[in-house]
């Protein structure tokens, strides 16, 4: 077994760190204040190369692969870039990219991977819909046939990039007696005739992302924006994008915990109370000792998802246990680090107070902690009923 990274692995790992240090995190910090999204952010993440990190390089990709991709969002959340700018860059990078560069035609590949790596053009991805979020397949949407068209009519909730999104992958019900096959996934472009982004919406936490509903009212999408076969939107999309979301996008929880987790580090150091650093206090080590455990049994689960992922194995049970793990043990951690910082960790001078919101979402976006416990026991029970092994 290997657990160390490579000379060009760490040398990445500091670069992209130093970056975000310097260069995103005034500006998403003054973002995330205003509840708004950071152009600015944004064009200097794609001229680093981060959103070219999975693709391959006749597209203008990195070919970085999942550990170098995991990395780099582990360190733009440890640099101090907010979970806002994690989760745009996912919703960009992996909801959408990754299912256009492993189901799409070459012809899509170039027409959208090749923008969406120069950050010229943002996307997003529609799965969750107003009455259909933890039974996504329960969706409403339909996409019916007509002449080189399909027309699509419903709409999608919670969209990440939403109101700043030129194009998304939508997922739309085409056959409704097919069940999990009868649902095709579509490349819709925001000026599409029928198509409308519904007014932003105001959020507890990744407040420098954008969040908006889509509406499709006889939206018209051309024939060749269907990605993939017909009837494999909901099946080839999870298989494709399912352990690249969560091993990248927990990646970016990671680097929070790391980052709360330094700045408690030199708090406690620094703050003084009855003549010491309140560092000396056990209670207080314990806490920072907790968060180092947190932190290492974290990246422990993540990282061994990436590796099964790049050993061509199925990650998707390890890619639930690190979610709920993860999600779990980020949203104590965060709690920790506001408790360590006292009455300066509630308030919004301290960056811990910005973590604390942003990291609830873990535990509700892509799949709840009762769907990912509901995943595992089902596995569980499964293998026990052919025989208890694994
Ligand atoms: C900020 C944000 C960004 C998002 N971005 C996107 C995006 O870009 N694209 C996209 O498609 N979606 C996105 N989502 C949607 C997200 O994936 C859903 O919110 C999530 O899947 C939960 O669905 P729901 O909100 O409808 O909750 P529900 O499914 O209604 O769940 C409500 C509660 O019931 C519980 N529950 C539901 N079913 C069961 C069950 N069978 N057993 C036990 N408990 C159950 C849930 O765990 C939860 O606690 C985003 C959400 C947020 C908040």
């Known amino acids: 077994m290997e657990f160390s990274l490579s000379e060009e692995q760490l040398a990445f790992m500091k670069s992209v760190y130093n970056f975000s240090k310097k260069e995103i995190e005034p500006l998403t910090t003054e973002a995330e204040r205003k509840g708004e999204f950071s152009f600015e952010a944004w064009k200097k993440m794609a001229d680093f190369g981060l959103m070219a990190l999975p693709f391959p390089e006749k597209y203008g990709g990195s070919d970085a692969g999942?550990?170098?991709?995991?990395?780099?969002?582990?360190?733009?959340?440890?640099?101090?870039?907010?979970?806002?700018?994690?989760?745009?860059?996912?919703?960009?990078?992996?909801?959408?990219?990754?299912?256009?560069?492993?189901?799409?035609?070459?012809?899509?590949?170039?027409?959208?991977?090749?923008k969406m790596i120069t950050g010229e053009w943002i996307g997003g991805f529609g799965l969750t819909e107003p009455e259909a979020g933890s039974d996504a397949a329960g969706m409403k949407t339909t996409a019916v046939k007509k002449g080189d068209k399909y027309i699509l009519n419903g709409s999608k909730m919670f969209i990440t990039n939403g109101p700043v999104g030129h194009h998304f992958v939508v997922i739309a019900v085409t056959d409704k007696n097919a069940g999990h096959f009868g649902m095709s996934a579509f490349i819709v472009e925001k000026d599409f005739k029928g198509f409308s982004v519904g007014k932003e919406l105001d959020k507890l936490g990744n407040r420098s992302s954008s969040t908006s509903e889509l509406i499709f009212e006889d939206c018209e999408v051309p024939e060749e924006n269907l990605l993939g076969p017909l009837g494999m939107g909901f099946v080839g999309v999870g298989k494709t994008t399912l352990e690249w979301e969560r091993s990248c996008l927990l990646a970016a929880g990671l680097g929070g915990m790391e980052y709360a987790m330094d700045v408690s580090l030199k708090y406690a150091q620094e703050r003084k109370q009855f003549g010491k650093p309140i560092a000396h206090f056990q209670a207080m080590k314990h806490k920072l000792a907790d968060m180092k455990v947190s932190v290492e049994a974290s990246k422990l689960i993540l990282y061994r998802v990436a590796w099964l992922k790049e050993q061509n194995k199925n990650a998707m049970l390890e890619a639930s246990h690190a979610k709920l793990l993860m999600s779990e043990l980020g949203m104590r951690l965060a709690e920790e680090a506001v408790q360590i910082h006292g009455g300066y960790g509630y308030m919004k001078e301290y960056p811990v107070e910005r973590g604390f919101r942003d990291c609830k979402l873990g535990t509700i976006g892509a799949g709840t902690s009762e769907v990912q416990r509901m995943v595992i026991s089902k596995m569980l029970l499964n293998l026990k009923a052919k025989g208890g092994k694994k």
Request: hydrophobic share 45%.
């Open 66 to 114: 999942v550990l170098t991709t995991l990395i780099g969002m582990e360190s733009l959340a440890r640099g101090g870039a907010d979970g806002g700018t994690t989760l745009a860059w996912g919703a960009h990078t992996i909801l959408c990219g990754v299912p256009i560069w492993l189901m799409g035609s070459d012809a899509q590949r170039e027409k959208y991977l090749t």
